[in-house]
């Protein structure tokens, strides 16, 4: 069919080897047009989910042009025998630098392709406090189809390539609900009074500016605690507790969390309630001084 519809090409006159250039650059221009709107209406949908500005996204509607007029202009080159010669020697000589620039933005492009499928999937957003991983944690601050910047906690601007954050478990605490519990772990001795911790323990955290009430209306009517202390282990020298503090986010939750560790301390060394740490006893073995026998 591909050989019939070139010989057809090639007894046409000139007058209709122009029309057929015309007809396929503007079918091109067409498409490119039809494909622009559709694009700006997902990405405008998606950045104002994700809150970041759509422009960040506009060279990838340009991209996508640009590939749709490449692939316009070698369809008339291949389509027009007289161009086809001219069109086999052009994109032979630019073969080569084809190849060395695609392996030079292999990179480049992995991080695009993995920047689109964060504005698609939004696994988080501008103002989401999330760890990428085990080393970095903060607030998302810009999204971009090549990087992601997060503040973190020293307030310095971690840049993350899309394609690294898409290879590594993302822990998101305000995709769903920005609230959080917070395990506040206390070791006591077998010696003190376990009673007596957890009600210290819940008074400071009750107390605590930062505390929320996250209690169902059910478990409100029922009078369940709002801090719930636990024994968790039974330790060689300790008896841990844990206790449930719930803040309203994660920033909140950090501040209380060590606010509380100090307060519980002090209030520990009030009450007699004792937080062991290791101990090491030495023994030290005195051997009896070597004896000379004079022969």
């Known amino acids: 069919m591909i050989e019939t519809f070139e010989a057809l090409l090639k007894n046409l006159g000139i007058g209709y080897k122009l029309l057929f250039i015309l007809v396929t650059i503007t079918s091109g221009f067409l498409l490119s047009k039809l494909i622009q709107f559709f694009m700006s209406r997902m990405l405008k949908k998606a950045s104002d989910l994700l809150n970041v500005d759509p422009t960040n996204y506009s060279f990838l509607k340009n991209a996508v042009s640009f590939l749709i007029f490449t692939i316009v202009v070698i369809i008339v080159f291949y389509s027009i025998p007289e161009l086809?010669?001219?069109?086999?020697?052009?994109?032979?000589?630019?073969?080569?630098?084809?190849?060395?620039?695609?392996?030079?933005?292999?990179?480049?492009?992995?991080?695009?392709?993995?920047?689109?499928?964060?504005?698609?999937?939004?696994?988080?957003?501008?103002?989401?406090?999330?760890?990428?991983?085990?080393?970095?944690?903060?607030?998302?601050?810009?999204?971009?189809?090549?990087?992601?910047?997060?503040?973190?906690?020293?307030?310095?601007?971690?840049?993350?390539?899309?394609?690294?954050?898409?290879?590594?478990?993302?822990?998101?605490?305000?995709?769903t609900d920005a609230k959080i519990c917070s395990f506040l772990e206390i070791g006591i001795s077998y010696s003190s009074s376990i009673d007596k911790a957890i009600e210290i323990i819940q008074n400071k955290a009750l107390n605590h500016p930062n505390f929320y009430d996250n209690r169902t209306e059910e478990e409100k009517n029922e009078n369940k605690d709002q801090v719930v202390v636990r024994v968790i282990n039974l330790g060689d020298s300790s008896i841990t507790l844990r206790a449930y503090v719930w803040a309203e986010d994660s920033a909140k939750a950090f501040v209380m969390k060590c606010d509380l560790l100090k307060s519980i301390k002090e209030q520990f060394d009030q009450e007699g309630i004792e937080i062991p740490f290791p101990h090491q006893t030495v023994y030290l073995r005195q051997e009896e001084p070597l004896k000379i026998t004079q022969i």
Do not use: C, W, Y
């Not at 086809?84 to 695009?112: D, E, R």
């Not at 689109?116 to 971009?144: A, N, Q």
């Not at 906690?153 to 478990?169: A, C, D, Y």
């Open 84 to 175: 086809k010669s001219v069109g086999v020697s052009l994109m032979a000589s630019a073969g080569i630098l084809a190849a060395i620039l695609g392996f030079a933005s292999q990179q480049a492009f992995s991080n695009i392709i993995s920047g689109i499928f964060i504005v698609i999937f939004k696994p988080f957003r501008v103002g989401d406090f999330i760890k990428i991983g085990e080393l970095h944690h903060g607030t998302v601050e810009d999204i971009t189809l090549r990087h992601t910047v997060i503040n973190n906690p020293e307030n310095r601007r971690v840049i993350i390539p899309n394609s690294v954050i898409s290879s590594e478990t993302i822990l998101n605490s305000s995709i």
